[in-house]
């Protein structure tokens, strides 16, 4: 495993062009290009503010500001967006790069992992106008939100993973792009979103703790809105076994790919 990854690192000019054509072609042609960008997270914050905090009245638990609830969905919404995207985008993304699995020697977990690196930027465009709005209603911010960065990895080291899995399987079974599309769908009312964790039933915590976006939902919310650090123990689970999911992610990925270009 460690000589793909040297061999992977060899070819990181290459990931990060993919990357950036990603990063450029989601807006190539549209009159605002990539300040859509910045204009897609707020749209959807508009959306679900008016549905859910005016017309639903919906509050976050016992906290009655609409202020509240608007920076606690959204933070939800944005890590769920990342979540959906890698994953939806990635499940084609060696089909979509057939040609250059065929005609060039690449490793082609590469082309997963772009579409992974292209949500997490988007990602931090969104953490950053959601800090901006957190500034803009509480007149401060965290010295906790300068720990994101860091223990959001773990979350993205189990999208890689899902991303490589998701990616060699629909190479044989197309079918599963539309799977994963439809499965995104469930998972936006599967996961804290909406409403915090603890509004459910006990043994529904319980069970929901295994919903890859609990945790990572959870822990943004408590350092960047909430100024407290996470239950650390229950990182440095998640971390290892984020890392767990990771290794067998890319073994089963390296298992298949050499497969890659006799099927597309």
């Known amino acids: 495993m460690f000589s793909n990854l040297i061999t992977l690192y060899s070819f990181k000019q290459q990931l990060l062009t993919f990357t950036y054509?990603?990063?450029?072609?989601?807006?190539?042609?549209?009159?605002?290009?990539?300040?859509?960008?910045?204009?897609f997270p707020l749209l959807m914050l508009t959306l679900f503010t008016f549905v859910f905090g005016f017309i639903f009245q919906a509050r976050w638990g016992s906290e009655l500001s609409l202020e509240h609830y608007i920076l606690m969905l959204?933070?939800?919404?944005?890590?769920?967006?990342?979540?959906?995207?890698?994953?939806?985008?990635?499940?084609?993304?060696?089909?979509?790069?057939?040609n250059y699995i065929k005609k060039i020697a690449i490793p082609s977990e590469i082309f997963p992992i772009s579409k992974c690196i292209t949500s997490i930027f988007n990602l931090f465009i969104s953490l950053i106008i959601l800090l901006i709005f957190s500034i803009y209603y509480n007149g401060f911010f965290y010295y906790t939100t300068f720990l994101l960065p860091f223990f959001l990895i773990p979350f993205f080291l189990t999208i890689f993973s899902f991303s490589l899995i998701i990616s060699s399987i629909s190479v044989f079974l197309r079918d599963l792009?539309?799977?994963?599309?439809?499965s995104m769908s469930v998972l936006f009312f599967i996961s804290p979103i909406l409403y915090p964790v603890t509004s459910l039933p006990i043994i529904i915590q319980k069970i929901i703790i295994f919903n890859p976006l609990t945790l990572p939902i959870e822990i943004t919310r408590k350092l960047l809105i909430q100024g407290q650090l996470p239950d650390m123990f229950v990182f440095c689970m998640y971390f290892v076994i984020s890392l767990f999911l990771l290794v067998i992610g890319y073994k089963f990925f390296k298992s298949l790919d050499s497969t890659f270009p006799e099927v597309i």
Do not use: P
Not at 177 to 182: A, E, G, K, N, W
């Open 21 to 39: 054509n990603d990063i450029l072609n989601q807006y190539r042609g549209t009159f605002l290009g990539m300040i859509w960008v910045f204009i």
């Open 74 to 98: 959204f933070c939800g919404l944005i890590l769920y967006q990342c979540f959906s995207d890698s994953l939806t985008k990635s499940s084609s993304a060696i089909i979509s790069y057939s």
């Open 177 to 182: 792009i539309q799977i994963v599309t439809f």
